[in-house]
């Protein structure tokens, strides 16, 4: 069969015109967005809460047209609480499915293994985890930190007790993990800077069911005020049980557990929870008069039309997923999704507002969460998952 | 201060000395030292609490299906971690065997139940007083499987079968003695007394899938120093464990208290390798 010049020309015409429409095609089609939760296991109370927000996010984004007539497509692999199956799921992401950015994972255990792997595949990361290095803008330049770290959150509880509460002679305990021991490691000097004098220090097992030895010792040493860090709702929750079978009257101010239904759970009486004062975040907490910022209230209004369940979680937690897409589609809507751009963007952001607070980074700092937004609240004023500020804040 | 330390001493002390029991009566019946042990003590907190606090049976309800589960629990060890291995009790498989079984029982535990240490309920609506039913029960419990286990031992046609294939099993098995169901009976037993302790200690451990591994190992201890299959070796020794742990905790706190324990337990091995009270095994030759 031999070929005519016309048949030549069109087919050539057809090629042509080809080549021209795929970058209008390649426009349409969606951004893939890596997300590392757990959602099962262990672990998996907060990526459970986070998601929530994240789900709202991405299908308000969507809704409203993408960005740049651009669908966000969120590809979930469910950690399961395991940091092994953090970086099966983060190496997927990056070489299998080859994502823009990544989100997550949500627990430290987790981020410790991936945040190196995914700086090795130049993907942009933005996590929520506490534990201090977690992000090194030289060692981690894509990587970015939308939460406090440990030392905001140690610095924040070291705050109100030395300076709100004005008590100088303070006890620490943890459990024996290695978040406990870091803590303790990590804030009591914090505290011995502050000219605190730190008169009992722990490390105890969190499976030892009598702690009214610890709590002897702490109040023979004069405390006025204990600072526990552990995760585990038991050891917890026998602290403030102990304080209470001793009639002992001291504020217990620390990790954002004491707050936890867990741990309301094993109070043997729900009295003993009054002045427990556990870390939260000032936008989604209640002020002194009970009310919500603007931001924050029409948030709540959002989550109660979409009937999203807040009963059995935290509102910082859907907060904190409900602004992680809107902040990696603001970069997204001003510089496209160039991995080089979208660190670029996030590298200079100022202020973004979120509902869990407003995020701001620096090519020298990756941290984005404010200071001040770390508080203390009271772990009794338990209300749609947010808690009011602990007495001596201001509105 | 003193107060403090005997009754929890005493009572931690009796929920290791229940869990030591628990060792021997299967180790009695089978030569094998099965490491559910623990973890029937961690599944009768958390039955009591399911059976109790969640689904609202009242105590008297709660407590034999609680058991019931426990015995449950040691018929199936017998069955799968302790049965195919006995023909081959000098390689020591039951090692594997129990501890897989166990570390299953333990991770379903965690999926189904919680993660979390879950409230036990209070079993009797009374006051709280210095002596409180959270430690006088464990101790209640302790003296009534050591009283229990006397007459069943001494009294009973059962109970001198038990013996006679814990002192002789192929001598007991020709005088026509049923081993195989003497020893799901003695299982049975065992599940029943681990069960026992984790749900009277519920309320000082709560109900949480984490205490088996800690009861298994610190309920092994008062095994090794009262002498294998020695119960009233492993009662004297769990008391003392509990009392020794409890000073250690006022007088050293935190950490050091477990590495005290743990150094007095190497010691006393050491010095009495068959235990405080054991003798020395005589080998025919």
Redesign the interface.
Known sequence: MSLTRRQVLSSGAAAIASTIAKPAIAAKEPILVGYLPALTGPSSSTGVGINRGIQLAVQEINAAGGIDGRQIELITRDTQSDPTKAVNGAAELTRGQKVSVVFGPVNSGESLAVVPLLARTNTPQVHPCWVDTLTDPKKYPMCFRNAPTNQQIGGAANRYVVEVLKHKKVAVISDTTGYGTASVNAYVPMLKAKGADVVYQGNVDAANPDLKPELLRMQSAGAEAIMPWSVNAGFLSRIINTRGQMNWDVPIVGQTTLGSGQTKALLEKPDYWAKVYPNNFRPVCYSPDGKLTDRTSAFLDRLKSAKIEMGDTLLWWIALGYDSPRMIAEAMKNVGSDAEQVVGYLNNLKEFPGVYGDMSFTPDRHDGYPDEEVVMVEANSLNNGAFKLAPGYSA | ?VT??IL?GTA?GCIYALIAVTYNVMFSASRVFSFTAGTLGMIGGVLGSLFIARMGLPVFVGFPLALAGGALLGIVTEIVAVRPVLKSLDQHLYVLSTLALALMIQQFT?IEWS?????FPRLFDIA?VDFDQQYWLPMLACAGVIVGLELLYRHTLIGHAFLAIAEDNYAARALGLPERRLRMTSFALAGVIGALAGFA?GE???A?F??AP?LTFYGFVPVALGGMGNNRGAVVAGLLLGLFQ?TA??LV???F??VAVFTVFIIVLLARPEGLVGSALQRRV
């Open positions: 201060m403090s330390i929890s931690m965690a993660t979390e240490p879950q409230p709280r200690g000082m451990l709560l949480f984490a205490n800690m409890q905790n006022f706190g935190g950490i208290a477990s």
